[in-house]
DNA sequence: CTGTTAGCGCATTCAG
DNA sequence: CTGAATGCGCTAACAG
């Protein structure tokens, strides 16, 4: 059953050329609008399929685009993917899919893309620990790459990330108009450069608003959840006059740490204090109090990461400026912010 | 730079014919061991890759193996794909990915894999809502395929899943040798062959220690969280003699959500009623009291279904006697189970 | 507009 | 053991 056809067999079932088949197949527009009918019928009567190695050959494209990620276990991996996966499947491309489950870097993946002409394209979701100069050495190569840049890092490759400056800036913004000025950062490592741009955006909307920076606020607080703890119970150990009456956690579960922690030296969130957080991910709207956040478009990432290979592999010529795509963060107001307390 | 060889460089550089290096690239004994050690090098400095389209087309196999899951969202699904990569990068396959994003089931994708011979099997992760029936059909026209079957369904493909009846004993065990005699079950759907499973599987053991099945401890409790909080209130509202001393919930947020009612009720774990869980998610273990779990293979059963379709594509012949691995899971002791308390 | 003729890069006979 | 000849299924000029 269901034997496999070849372009000739449907050309003989149709009574008409091989190239005539393979133009219908590749929609030109040189082909009889009735014969071309005519052609799809037949195909789909016998439910022709082109062969995908051949096709690949002959063309010099494999049809595939090859998306290397970190690790499924990162929980806004689904959110890109599946922007991906939208994409992709709207298309004639595939996504084959390579995980980095070794240590040692990309390891032999990245040169047997390229040699072997494996995929036609490269989306790459950047992992904190790999060097980004094997990609744009294969990217000179003419391998079509984008990097789906969570970390914010700057690079010559074409890239989509989350706009983390207006990120810090919007929570800057809502905690200044509830009447906050003394609003402090729990930033986790802050040589990541997202977290530089987040508080970037939060300096410069305090700084409009006339408040001055104070180191004292601007917590390293590294990944370790005790760090943080330690740290939250040393901002209310300021004098009172310099106590914050916001903080901004770098991501959700640091803001529910440092809930937590608040609870803890008994004040109240957010009468006593505001918390902001980062992220959006789905405990933030189940916790209580429900966390205000910013949300990062992850789905939106994954697609227009998507669109920028997949035109990048159309127009191989136009040496593609290299863009860097920042896509918009979207503030979302939950219950954990509120108007500063009087003093 | 990296201009692309082909076997026809290769073989010039080397002093010899294309079909020497051939003979070279697929490992045949026919060659003298100088020669090929002189070709291998030279493929090795100039850095060939045999073309991926070229090799599939040639010898009617495309390198690929399909991965159809349900999406990535299902926190499981990082360890299913970890296991299969391990096992998949070792080999000259690569995985390509296919994500249901639409509703209407594995729509076109099936059936363009098997025309177009897109890959060379398939390893599906069974999904709720998906019937078995295309997948079957695919096998029967020479596709191998392994079922990742998560959901304890039958049938008639080659399938890899969990030890469900075992982990219901498993539980079963521990709870009665701890001394318990009133074992509550917080079932779930119990219209999914996997819950059934595991409810067979704690039943068999009672029976076998001379504990009769109490019908009113099997809850069949859906998915919604209130609708089993409403349960354990109901089972503590029973006369005492008929209340359970421990509760065995179908997944570990269950067992959180009963634990949580428990407390609300004013009963402790472990001391007053043992709970429990199904799954072992990272929260079981930070959680308190950490839950007493049955851990399930993820990583073991995306290895083990690679390796099948791996063999299966190896030896298309050998007719393969569809084998439905079971693979052991584990009981994990922690603290949210205790001695049955004195009455 | 349609049919003819060459390859794409490799595997696989088949002689030598 | 090695080299020359075919073909995989399709695309891409090129004629007709």
Redesign the pocket.
Known sequence: MAE????????RLA?????????V??E?????????RHVLEVMRRHN????F???A????NTGLIGMIVPGLTWRFMADINYGVAKVIEDTKYEIVLFTNTKDGGYGGILERILT??LTAGLLVVAAYDQPLEPLIELQRNGLPIVLINTLGRASELPSVGADNYAGGAAVGEHLVSLGHRRIASVLGPTDHPYVQERLRGLRDVLHAAGIAPDPSLELDSGFVEETIRGQVRGLFELPPGRRPTAIFAYHDPAAFTVIDELHRCGLKVPEDVSVVGFNDIDAASHVRPALTTIRQPFVEMGGRAAELVLSAIAEPDEEQPARQALLPVELIVRDSTGAVPAA
Do not use: M, Q
């Open positions: 496999k056809l070849t372009i000739r067999d449907v050309a009574g008409v050329s091989k190239s005539t088949v393979s133009l197949l590749n030109s527009p040189k082909v009889d609008p009735a014969t071309r022709y399929v082109p062969s190695a051949a096709t050959l002959s063309r010099g072997s002409g």
